[in-house]
């Protein structure tokens, strides 16, 4: 396996080519669009720099903590010294879920029994579920198949408790209402997340656009490290023969003596070759969940936080966005995840709930001037990970030693993250340089 071309550009096929090439071999990276990054990337639009969505990830988040430091990005993201995240309501309700120095899981305790958006004498009901949290297996069958919601409300959740909490954290993490998650990728986001260690929950997010860090400066690292980028080279078909592979782009085709399919699940079903025996029609069938984003710019600040959660609010989670996307006044973006409900919503709807949506939860909104507003869709923004996704997620191995899969949507153990992809690249590399399983 001296020669092997990467498929996709993203983070999963970024994480796979630097692996591959710090072993020593000779990598092609093929990537569709003219920028690396995949759906965590960056975009001109007039003046602004536009994120293709609002990434956050974790303290805990070691794979996407290697690669930050690998393409020597680190100093580009800001990791909070403890958790800490404001949450808004109507009508001036703010709320703060945090915590503080007591080791987990008592380091949340504090937060719960005074949180306001959740009625006081369902707190308790609420902690205990979080505790109960810990005693799931995410690697069990069983637990994957049960949805995260009926087990919420099997230990008698409210509504306001699944509003206020539950889907203030699990619709963001896992692209899923809790009715749609698997209860397996819940238990994996809160325990790893909230319950492993104190510090594991802390927010980290990038300071510059994403694609300073996601497209130049793993691009940089890419060549330092050897490989050759083919931007704009979309790959149509791989074939299989007795001297390697071979994959076919619209005016020619490149050859190696492996492959690692680093693209989004519906592709690799399209691309994998029948010789490979990798069981593509299984997680073809993995769904999409899609995602919205809302662009308000402003003639002025009117808030001073850099991001907020929302409770009763159509603003789930909104981000100011001015610094990096280097323009006056202030920028914020509003993340819909889970978005089917609004994502065929013409602009004029958008228009017409969020300025006001805004202005509700930040009242300096009112008196300034709405200088732009534009929406932005990802309908297949993640695989949907419904109850028993787990059984359809394959491995980075397929039936033949030339082919390799890697992707988010891969069996990582983790919803559709920033984390989850890096995972699945580097045990893609750790797969194909370990040689046939014995």
Not at 195 to 215: E, F
């Amino acid at each position: 396996m001296r020669r092997v071309l990467v498929v996709g550009g993203g983070l999963a096929g970024t994480a796979a080519a630097l692996e591959l090439a710090d072993a020593g071999v000779t990598v092609e990276l093929a990537e569709t669009r003219p920028r690396l990054g995949g759906a965590a990337c960056s975009y001109r639009r007039g003046e602004l720099t536009v994120d293709n969505g609002q990434h956050v990830f974790l303290r805990c988040c070691e794979a996407y903590r290697w690669f930050l430091e690998r393409v020597r990005a680190a100093d580009r993201v800001e990791i909070q010294p403890r958790l800490s995240i404001p949450v808004l309501g109507p009508r001036g309700v703010r709320g703060r879920l945090y915590r503080d120095r007591l080791p987990a899981p008592l380091h949340l305790a504090r937060a719960l029994s005074v949180y306001p958006h959740v009625p006081a004498g369902q707190r308790l009901a609420a902690a205990r579920a979080v505790l109960a949290m810990r005693r799931l297996d995410p690697s069990d069958p069983e637990v994957d198949r049960r949805s995260f919601g009926e087990w919420l409300e099997a230990r008698g959740q409210s509504v306001a408790a699944f509003e206020g909490l539950w889907e203030l954290i699990g619709r963001a993490t896992l692209n899923a209402s809790a009715a749609q998650a698997s209860l397996a990728l819940a238990a994996q986001v809160f325990r790893t997340g909230l319950l492993s260690a104190a510090g594991a929950s802390d927010l980290g997010y990038a300071r510059v656009p994403l694609g300073d860090i996601h497209d130049r400066a793993a691009g940089e690292a890419l060549r330092e490290a050897g490989v050759r980028v083919l931007p704009r080279t979309r790959v149509r078909a791989v074939a299989l023969d007795g001297e390697g592979v071979e994959a076919f782009y619209a005016g020619g085709s490149l050859r190696a003596d492996a492959v690692v399919l680093a693209v989004p699940h519906d592709v690799a079903a399209r691309l994998v070759p029948a010789a490979a025996d990798a069981d593509a029609s299984r997680f073809a069938r993995l769904g999409a969940s899609p995602i919205v984003n809302v662009h308000l710019r402003y003639d002025r600040r009117v808030t001073d936080l850099p991001f907020a959660a929302g409770v009763g609010t159509p603003v789930e989670w909104v981000f100011d966005r001015t610094a990096a996307a280097g323009c006056g006044g202030q920028y914020l973006a509003v993340s819909l995840s889970a978005a089917t409900r609004v994502v065929d919503w013409p602009v004029e709807e958008f228009r017409r709930v969020f300025p006001s949506a805004v202005a509700e939860l930040f009242p300096a909104a009112r008196r300034a001037w709405l200088v732009e507003f534009f929406v932005t869709r990802e309908r297949s923004a993640t695989f949907l990970g419904a109850p028993g996704t787990a059984a359809l997620r394959p491995g980075p191995r397929t039936g033949s030693p030339r082919v390799f899969l890697a992707g988010a949507w891969t069996a990582t153990g983790w919803p559709a993250t920033m984390e989850g992809a890096v995972r699945s690249g580097r045990a893609a590399a750790e797969a194909l340089l370990s040689g046939p399983p014995a």
